[in-house]
């Protein structure tokens, strides 16, 4: 703080041990108007004012406030980047990563897109099927019930839509299907196999082993298949059930063999050889044992001197001709 310099008047004491004045008054001298014909002299004092000291600053509370519920939160200010700042390379792995994701979602969406493009393409249309596998049916019969898939995608084709359509012919069982791009329908038809004949007036029906009718002959040499005698009305009773059920587990080549199929009892199936010579079954179980053991018997050679008359296969472990 700059200071302020004020002149004050200060006499000397005078000759002889005259009184001073007052500190602080400026005493009269002999200057012009004084009454003192003393000599004066002027002096100057520093008078420095005390300094003044700011009022102490109160101390900043500090206050913590919380946002209301919904209110807007001010933008955070954004931090400048540093200048200094050294940008480092981006590791090869996760490079190589990145262009892996990348690569697959790619092929995935091509594929993807391909696989559509494919099923509702008018390029794969059906245009030609074709049938194998049919014995009691015609290819012919096959392709006209299957009329209906022509001009269709081949990816739209599926096995239960061709089962569906084939349901009408009785002598289909199941079918199954092979799609030959760009326009060929393969399926592979497999029937139900006749296992014996009824008698139904003057003419004889094939049955399967469900009793299903598959078709009709005039002819009963003309089919190698054995028949039973109870007609065609049997085939919902539990003899023919018996019956059907063993004539189906005997190899094609021996069925071939039987003239006629009958049983007193579900316990008592008998089969008659196209030679006149007897089969004893019994009962349903164990058939395939059994069927097993009469094709051994079948082939075994035949001693003129010890004809056979009877092949008993009813305890299929011990089985025994006389």
């Known amino acids: 703080m700059a200071s302020t ?33 003393e000599e004066g002299v002027i002096s100057a004092e520093r008078s420095v004012e005390p300094e003044r000291k700011a009022p102490p600053k109160a101390k900043a509370k500090a206050v913590r406030s919380f946002p209301r519920p919904g209110a807007k939160q001010p933008a955070k200010a954004a931090v400048p980047p540093a200048g200094n700042v050294i940008a480092f390379p981006e590791p090869k792995a996760r ?27 008018p390029v794969l249309a059906v245009r030609t099927v074709t049938v194998d596998g049919t014995k009691l049916l015609t290819p012919d019969a096959v392709q006209e019930a299957l009329g209906d898939l022509e001009g269709k995608p ?47 007036g003057g003419s004889f029906v094939l049955v399967d082993v469900d009793g299903v009718q598959l078709g009709v002959t005039q002819d009963q040499a003309s089919v190698a298949l054995p028949l039973i005698d109870d007609g065609a009305a049997a085939t919902n009773t539990e003899l023919f059930k018996a019956i059907a059920a063993v004539l189906d587990t005997l190899p094609a080549d021996v069925l071939a063999r039987m003239s006629t199929a009958s049983a007193a009892s579900p316990d008592a199936v008998e089969l008659k050889l196209v030679d ?12 395939e044992t059994k069927a097993k053991a009469l094709e051994a018997l079948l082939k075994m050679p035949q001693d003129p001197k010890v004809p056979v008359s009877i092949y008993d296969v009813s305890v299929p472990r011990h089985p025994f001709t006389k």
């Open 5 to 37: 310099r004020k002149p004050t008047f200060k006499p000397r004491a005078a000759a002889g041990g005259g009184k001073t004045g007052t500190p602080g008054q400026a005493s009269r001298s002999s200057v012009p108007g004084g009454g003192s014909p």
């Open 95 to 121: 490079r190589q990563r990145r262009l892996v994701v990348w690569t697959a979602a790619v092929v995935t969406a091509l594929v993807a897109l391909l696989i559509t493009g494919a099923v509702y393409s």
């Open 154 to 200: 081949l990816p739209q084709v599926t096995e239960d839509e061709i089962n569906t359509l084939l349901k009408p012919l009785v002598q289909v069982r199941s079918a199954t299907m092979e799609a030959r791009p760009p326009s060929e329908l393969l399926v592979h038809v497999h029937e139900r196999v006749p296992v014996a004949l009824l008698k139904q």
């Open 276 to 287: 006149g010579k007897t089969v004893v079954w019994g009962n349903a179980d164990d058939r």
